[in-house]
């Protein structure tokens, strides 16, 4: 790939595919989200409280509304999320 991340995936979504998924890439994630090009966000969430690491939510983007789709709890405690952005 040659180009920019967000200029191939901008491309990506104006074709004729299916989704476009990405997994454990945090700055991809910030980039794609910050260009706006996301349009559904599939959360984890761990039972773990930790005060440092990697954030995908850093404060340095625009607030951003999301309508929740749907809430499941695995018997490990995790807890599933999906959103959709709103534009």
């Known amino acids: 790939m040659t180009a920019p991340a967000e200029e191939y995936v901008r491309g990506l979504k104006a074709g004729n595919g299916g989704d476009i998924g990405v997994h454990g890439s945090i700055a991809l994630s910030r980039s794609l989200l910050a260009a706006g090009l996301v349009d559904e966000l599939h959360l984890v969430v761990a039972p773990t409280l930790a005060g440092r690491g990697r954030r995908l939510f850093d404060g ?26 709103r534009p």
């Open 60 to 85: 340095d983007h625009e607030l951003r509304r999301a309508d929740l789709l749907s809430a499941r709890s695995t018997p490990a405690g995790l807890l599933l999320l999906d959103y959709r952005l």
